[in-house]
């Protein structure tokens, strides 16, 4: 059974940067294309960064230039840099397979404050 555990989110001011865990068990994850999503309430998950299994990432427009995704698959972890993090990134935040995607963790609440 695969498992996703997030963690790292937090209250954090606008302008400021947190980082992102997620430790996925249960797969390999170098083999695996992944990424982090968000919600927010009465909104559905919007995908925020990719990074494929060969290390090629993508980023949606609200976040590039200001988010980095990255994996260590040593450790299994994924992780997603948050740099000049602004209100609007205010969400629970779930990272999930990109090629065959399981079932959601219980993420992990970002909160930035104005």
């Known amino acids: 059974q695969v498992q996703l555990v997030e963690s790292g989110g937090g209250l954090v001011q606008a302008g400021g940067s947190l980082r992102l865990s997620c430790t996925v068990s249960?797969?390999?994850?170098?083999?695996?294309?992944m990424g982090w999503y968000r919600q927010s309430p009465g909104k559905p998950r919007e995908l925020v960064a990719s990074i494929t299994r060969s290390g090629i990432t993508d980023y949606a427009d609200s976040v590039k230039g200001r988010f980095g995704i990255a994996r260590d698959n040593a450790k299994n972890t994924l992780y997603l840099q948050m740099n000049s993090v602004k209100p609007e990134d205010t969400a629970v935040y779930y990272c999930?397979?990109?090629?065959?995607?399981?079932?959601w963790g219980q993420g992990t609440q970002v909160t930035v404050s104005s």
């Open positions: 249960g797969i390999i994850l170098r083999i695996n294309d």
């Open positions: 999930n397979l990109e090629n065959f995607r399981r079932p």
